[in-house]
């Protein structure tokens, strides 16, 4: 008896750890890494990628944008809040970053501008406890059960998931889709058409650890 109550509870640990474990997968079904550099492309048609844009009248921080069409746009490197992941969980907490320089002096990390409700650069990696607007998380977009489903969206998330000491109790605020704004079409907090993206490596690598 004593036997089959270990193995039982040895069958429920490993089942509980495989439903934590749901990494982000890329177009070739490769795990998203730590400080690794990807492409963002949208699931609509042309291709296009996600870039950053200047305000006429604010040219810093920089505000991202969607690109053209068939332009893949500038690399995202993704960097979850759980310093012991070395890749990106669904749900989890991470900073999204560009990781090449812009002519701003800002950081290249994301954050939510809560006044005009788009996403801009200028943001921080900071774990302190708390709600911050740098905090986002990806999830799987469409048929969730598909195993060939690889297109997500990405949400605002101002307190910590997935971390061993949660930061607040706030829950996510809402998906990010796409508003125009001069010319430009920008990430903004949008729940009703989330923007659905794939994600493509990039060949080069990054540090482990930008910090």
């Known amino acids: 008896m004593e036997f089959i109550l270990l ?10 750890a495989a439903a934590a474990s749901n990494p982000i997968l890329d177009v070739d079904g490769d795990e998203l890494r730590r400080g690794h550099r990807y492409y963002a492309i949208s699931e609509r048609r042309p291709v296009s990628g996600l870039t950053l844009a200047a305000r006429s009248n604010a040219p810093c921080p920089l505000n ?11 690399p995202l490197a993704f960097f979850p809040e ?38 801009t650069t200028g943001g921080t990696s900071s774990s302190a406890i708390g709600p911050h607007n740098s905090r986002f998380s990806i999830r799987r977009a469409g048929d969730a059960s598909s195993e060939r489903e690889r297109k997500y969206q990405i949400e605002v998330c101002p307190c910590s ?19 125009e704004d001069e010319g430009n079409l920008l990430l903004n907090i949008n729940n009703e058409r989330p923007h659905a993206i794939r994600f493509v490596k990039v060949k080069e690598e990054l540090p482990a650890s930008r910090r």
């Open 64 to 74: 991202v944008a969607q690109t053209s069409s068939n332009d893949y746009g500038r």
């Open 82 to 119: 759980n310093a012991e992941d070395d890749t990106v969980q669904e749900g989890n907490t991470l900073n999204i970053m560009f990781p090449e320089p812009t002519e701003c002096r800002a950081s290249t990390v994301w954050t939510l501008d809560r006044e005009r409700g788009v996403v």
């Open 161 to 179: 998931n997935g971390v061993p000491r949660p930061s607040c109790r706030m829950a996510c605020v809402g998906s990010l889709g796409l508003t």
């Open 7 to 16: 193995l039982v509870s040895s069958l429920l640990l490993t089942a509980r």
